[in-house]
């Protein structure tokens, strides 16, 4: 019944509407003067000339207003290395680009309130000029081409190779959960793997026969130490992801079949950036920034930063993911059986052990 | 029949060849309306369907806003409309929110600013404004409409089933596109998107030849390539970009189609999906985004391309000025096709593509906002000193044009890699691609409508509704999108079904809201156009044959041009489309199909020497002499 009335409202109001639009048509048309005289606009010509020029000015007074009141809002802290140089570029881009915009819009605006028409003028017959064309070529020419040069140097640096002692870390992404894996407490090496060996259980993949995975371990937490160089390994199991840690400026597609990196400094911990933004439940975040499925928006991670005696001190409470899975013990080779246990920390006295078999 | 003949000039045998083949046309209903082969019907049969699908696809942006907008509102009234696609506690489904974004890019991009833009006013504007009878091929171009017809019906019957429509993005990545598993919109949703696009693509390439063909063969005398309206050079390197690179993503929608069908591996790879790993291997999804922005980017070309050439004609006709820099902005049309082939992979310098090649492609990104540049400095300068009219069609242009330099600015933005890592794939994207591509496509497509609808039915719009309905989409579309601006540099990530979940994506409710409150009036607003359309068609006051007082050849035409366009000869042309507002002219326009030899007043000193030419030609209707 209210669907009936609803219904009934909105046709009546159609109807209304186009009565209204009828009668308007109908007097406008008796109002015309002949159509052969000279008028060549009604007055309708000078409310859209004026218009545009009310648009222009009262659209560039709110830009201008609301980007400087709610800069807070909208303007994300920072807390990489790489990302305060990146967000320098955005500003300087921003200064040029928004002069710009706001001279052509301005101009344009004047332009069009103007030359609006008037009866009996004759427009400027102007169908070239090669030296403003000349102009205008070359100058957005030389200012793009210091934006090129600016940006060219920060993306080489962002993507030169990481140091050697950089922190490796490996981030995975699956539908719709990032896992990270780390190197370990012994080797600090990632030890290999195969999609093929993945199962529930070994969600790594983790080829145990490569000695170097014995002490990898996981964390649904991504920890990274402050300061250092870490270089993120990333790959993919199922489909595309992309690994965005929204603070550090980091962004990189997960790829099944091709593992990417992304290399970055870490600049403020965990602890300082709840300080600096006076919000003690402050935590950054990873977050996937390629479309992936019916869950995407949901494929969350916690990142945390620390000073790097702290990390180094969560690293060395965390338990190898052999230790967390014996049943796979079985997996590894005989001849690294022993290696295994040890460096998954499953026996505490190497020497003794080996000794004894 | 044709016995009236319109031109000046009566009794030229030239062009005539036509005149016994086209009386014999009268065909029936079917035949004129259905299965016509006259290029003015194929075009208003494109704009037509180009309607419809703008309707659904403006209608799935706005369920999807709801969702952005009013995360928290009960939606169970759609539920007559989406049926299942709502859940018991009244909101959207997650899925049927991606199929949603997914099918708005997929129909706004192909269906309304390709088909619907390109398919209307390539197909009814080139032989008008070049002088010719029709296209070079009738039944190619009828095939074309009829493949896009087909392909139509395709992409429509998939957003009916149960799985639902394609859904990984209108970029359909694989292996999220290739595997059923990956999503229930991957399964025959995703086939029929494929089908779908394989046969549009015959459609395009169909339409793009007759295009090229007719414009470089069938110009009449005197139209010179140096004489053509801008329009037509926009829409003849749109066609030739489209030849290029629709192929190349017939080929990654064919590969694809392998993958998902034949087991082939060509870019899937060590994948491990509900419990199984898959034995694809060695095939790279990387390969597929190169392939796809191979068309991708030229694509966006494809679809500003036209509405470029279409304002410049409204602009210039409604200043009453020629067009500023008429070869540069040919040379600027010309760069940015070629250019548009070399930047495909700005797209992705984050998809772990190797990094030296992301600094090309930056390189060259950025080098297309010169001539982007220059086109909208000589659209400004244009209006300068003009004498302007703002009818609806100018407002619309003078709107692209506004869209084309707000959004083109942030393209110099994206295109910086290293600015690029932050903005990928967030609404700053959004923001910019909907201005610069979407909206300014849609403007010119609408200023083309308002502009030659007078050609089209022989009838005038409402001027007084076309205002309004300008005003309130023209506000409108900066509301939607000019927010988002600030959405995307805050960080907050495409095609996310909500943001609750992030505390880092927590805020901008009310910019959410009122993005979302703006693209719901704004969506309204284009009833006022659908009804000023349609009861102008029939009600509409009659147009004159020339009301804008226009230069181009189309206005040389009888008000309701039928089947070979002119009666009788087809006129020739003696002089560019921009003679406006000419000094020592009686009016301020003068047709191109006007001689010097009857301006003496007006002509400039070159033009006096062309006089001789006219008068010497050995084709064509010049008549200032009698030699025998």
Known sequence: MTNLIIGLGVVLILVILYLIFRVSSLVGLARTRPVTTEARVDSSNKVNAALFLGFTIVSLVAFFWYSFAYFEDYNLPVASVHGAWTDTLFWITMAVTVAAFS????????????????????????????????????????????????????????????????????????????????????????????????????????????????????????????????????????????????????????????????????NKTTEEMRDELNNPTFNYELACAEVCGQAHFSMKMIVVVEEPEAYEKWKQG??????????????????????????AGMQRDPGVAVAGN | ?????????????????????????????????????????????????????????????????????????????????????????????????????????????????????????????????????????????????????????????SLFLETGPASGGWTIYPPLSALPQAMSGSGLGMTLWLVSMALFIVSTLLGGINYIATIINLRTHGMSFTRLPLTIWAIFFTAIVGLLSFPVLFAAVLLLIFDRSFGTSFYLSDIYIAGEALAHSGGSPVLFQHLFWFLGHPEVYIVILPALGITSEIIATNSRKPIFGYKAMIGSLLFIAILSFVVWAHHMFVTGMNPFLGSIFMLLTLIIAVPSAVKIFNYVTTLWKGNIRFTPGMLFSIGMVSYFLTGGITGIFLGNSAIDIQLHDTYFVVAHFHLVMGSAAFFGMLAGIYHWFPKMFGRMMNAKLGYVHFWITFIGVYMVFFPLHYIGIAGFPRRYYTWTNFDTFSGFFDLN?????????????????????????????????????????????????????????????????????????????????????ETPESNLPHENDLIRLETTGTQGAIVVEKKD
Not at chain 1, 149 to 171: K, M, Q, Y
Not at chain 2, 34 to 60: N, P, R
Not at chain 2, 80 to 108: C, E, N, R
């Open chain 1, 318 to 343: 965390q338990e190898a993911w052999l230790k967390q899975n014996p049943d796979y013990l079985k997996k590894v080779p005989a001849a690294l059986q022993d290696a295994a246990m040890i460096k």
């Open chain 2, 1 to 157: 029949m044709a016995t009236t003949d319109i031109h000046v000039h009566h009794g030229v045998p030239h062009h005539d060849d036509h005149e016994h083949e086209h009386e014999h046309h009268e065909g029936n209903f079917f035949t004129t309306y259905i299965f016509s082969e006259d290029h003015k019907v194929i075009g208003k049969q494109f704009l037509i369907t180009g309607i419809f699908w703008a309707l659904i696809g403006g209608l799935f942006s706005i369920l999807f806003r709801l969702q952005l907008g009013f995360p928290d509102a009960n939606l169970e009234w759609l539920r007559p409309l989406l049926g299942g696609w709502i859940s018991d506690q009244g909101k959207l489904d997650p899925q049927f929110y991606l199929a949603l974004v997914t099918m708005h890019g997929t129909i706004m991009v192909f269906f309304v600013l390709t088909a619907g833009l390109s398919g209307t006013f390539a197909n009814f504007l080139i032989p008008l404004q070049i002088g010719a009878r029709d296209m070079a091929s009738g039944f190619m171009n009828m095939l074309s409409y009829w493949f896009f017809f087909l392909s139509s019906v395709v992409m429509f019957t």
């Open chain 1, 103 to 266: 001279i052509i819009s301005v101009v344009m605006a004047l332009f069009v309130f103007n030359y609006q028409h008037k009866e009996g003028r004759k427009a400027k017959f102007y169908p070239d000029n090669h030296y403003l064309e000349l102009a205008w070529t070359i100058i957005p020419a030389i200012v793009l081409a210091i934006l090129i040069f600016t940006g060219l140097r920060a993306w080489n640096d962002i993507t030169s190779p990481a140091s050697a002692d950089a922190e490796v870390i490996e981030v995975i992404g699956q539908q719709f959960a990032w896992t990270a894996r780390y190197p370990g407490n012994r080797d600090n090496t990632l030890g290999s793997y195969n999609y093929k060996l993945i199962d529930a259980v070994n969600e790594f993949g983790l080829d145990l026969s490569d000695k170097n995975s014995f002490d990898d371990f996981k964390s649904l937490e991504l920890h990274i130490p402050k300061d250092k160089e870490v270089l993120i390994k990333i790959r993919a199991k199922d489909v595309l992801h992309s690994m965005y840690i929204p603070h550090f400026r980091v962004k990189m597609d997960a790829v099944p079949g091709m593992p990417t990196q992304f290399k970055f400094v870490a």
């Open chain 2, 513 to 597: 809201m009122l993005v979302s409150t703006a693209a719901i009036i704004t969506f309204s607003a284009q009833f006022i156009f659908l009804f000023n359309f349609f009861y102008s068609m029939f009600r509409g006051p009659k147009a004159s044959s020339n009301p804008w007082n226009s230069n181009t050849l189309e206005w040389t035409t009888p008000r309701l041009p039928q089947h070979g366009n002119w009666p009788g000869a087809i006129p020739s042309v003696y002089r560019w489309p921009y003679d406006y507002s000419k000094p020592g002219a009686k009016d301020d326009f003068i047709p191109q199909t006007i001689p010097f030899s």
